[in-house]
């Protein structure tokens, strides 16, 4: 059950965009803007009993100040595309990877970027944790 979380959650946080959004341009989003890797993933098997586990050279995110998030793999599982759109208004990454379309909600909490899949795949409580690595 672990396993099949952890892949739910990857594939979430892996979907793809071909035509990013255009960005709001009076986003402020300076604490967001830089680039953060992944350090630990949540999974909950069902019963509330979920907690943290440590990734270790997680991939990585990129989010510029123009409203792009670009990732160190793959949006898309099966396509090699690796940028999309952020809303630092509505604290939203939406993705379109072709029939599959994933909206992934973050928000950044004691200096650490949350995010969580906003996605039917993703039942019980799952997201990742990343820490900033550059500016």
């Not at 999974?43 to 989010?63: I, K």
């Not at 995010?115 to 039942?123: A, K, L, V």
Request: a negative charge; glycine letters at 8%.
């Amino acid at each position: 059950m672990k396993n099949l979380l952890f892949i739910v959650l990857f594939a979430a946080i892996t979907s793809c965009s071909t035509t990013p959004n255009s960005p709001d341009l009076n986003l402020d989003n300076q604490e967001i803007t830089g680039i953060w890797q992944l350090t630990e993933t949540l999974a909950d098997p069902g019963d509330g009993s979920g907690t943290w586990q440590t990734v270790e050279n997680g991939r990585t995110l990129e989010f510029t100040s123009n409203g792009l998030v670009k990732t160190s793999g793959s949006f898309c599982n099966e396509e090699e595309i690796n940028e999309t759109s952020y809303d630092n208004a509505e604290k939203m990454i939406s993705t379109d990877c072709g029939e599959n379309t994933f909206e992934l909600k973050y928000e950044l909490k004691e200096g650490k970027l949350f995010i969580y899949p906003h996605s039917p795949r993703c039942i019980e409580a799952c997201g990742s944790k990343y820490e900033k690595i550059e500016d």
